[in-house]
């Protein structure tokens, strides 16, 4: 299974873009890239996944590099609502199998 | 419309007992997640059904854990002969699509097992 690695924490103003990286150098060439969030206990929510292409949708962009072995995920006008953990996941090739490292704790500030 | 609910919300037990945890899935969804979440860790695979086979339960800790989701609709996760060790938020989500393809996963609420 293709690992990632992300930072632990960060911090963002509120009204800021933040910017979330996420290395997965092992990552195969049909596996895709999903990010997930969790705010505070609640149970985590996707948020955007893509395969090459650079994504965007009505939450967040994600940007993969043209080698695949990373990716960032752009929150364009972060808010306080946006603070949460935030996991980078490979989904395993052929199945719906997630697996969760321990994701970037992000903490927006007013 | 009613997402993916779990019962009990909390649950407090004895190590030694058995324990049934239900997931209700998003109405229609064929495939169904069981995950364990650790305080401060993310969520760790324990096993997943399209309808109502078992396609994967690699993350299964050890042979006391077990799970069914027999007419391919709600499912129980059980856990036999508990120990503190198997204190954690159980997480169930669900997804309307089979492997494959692009696909969503919804996750319910989480039961806490707390093993006395």
């Known amino acids: 299974d293709a690992k990632t690695t992300q930072p632990p924490s960060m911090d963002c103003a509120e009204g800021r873009a933040a910017n979330l990286p996420c290395n997965h150098s092992?990552?195969?060439?049909?596996?895709?890239v999903y990010w997930y969030r969790q705010i505070h206990s609640q149970g985590p929510q996707y948020i955007i996944h893509g395969l090459k292409n650079n994504e965007t949708n009505e939450m967040a962009s994600l940007i993969i590099t043209e080698d695949r072995k990373s990716s960032t995920l752009i929150l364009p006008h972060a808010t306080l609502r946006d603070t949460a953990v935030y996991y980078c996941?490979?989904?395993?090739?052929?199945?719906?199998?997630?697996?969760f490292g321990t994701g970037t704790r992000l903490q927006v500030f007013p | 419309g009613a997402g993916v609910s779990q019962s009990p919300r909390y649950k407090v037990t004895k190590r030694g007992q058995d324990v049934a945890l239900r997931c209700d899935p998003i109405s229609g969804h064929v495939s169904l997640y069981w995950y364990r979440q650790a305080l401060g860790q993310g969520p760790e695979f324990l096993t997943y059904?399209?309808?109502?086979?078992?396609?994967?339960k690699s993350g299964l800790p050890n042979d006391r854990f077990s799970a069914e989701r027999p007419e391919g609709s709600i499912s129980t996760l059980t856990i036999q002969r508990t120990e503190q060790r198997d204190s954690a938020m159980y997480r169930c989500?669900?997804?309307?699509?089979?492997?494959?393809?692009?696909?969503?996963?919804?996750f319910g609420p989480g039961t806490r097992l707390t093993v006395l």
């Open positions: 092992t990552i195969s060439g049909n596996e895709y």
């Open positions: 059904f399209n309808y109502e086979a078992q396609q994967d």
């Open positions: 996941i490979v989904r395993v090739t052929n199945t719906d199998k997630l697996i």
């Open positions: 989500a669900s997804s309307p699509a089979l492997a494959g393809g692009y696909n969503e996963q919804f």
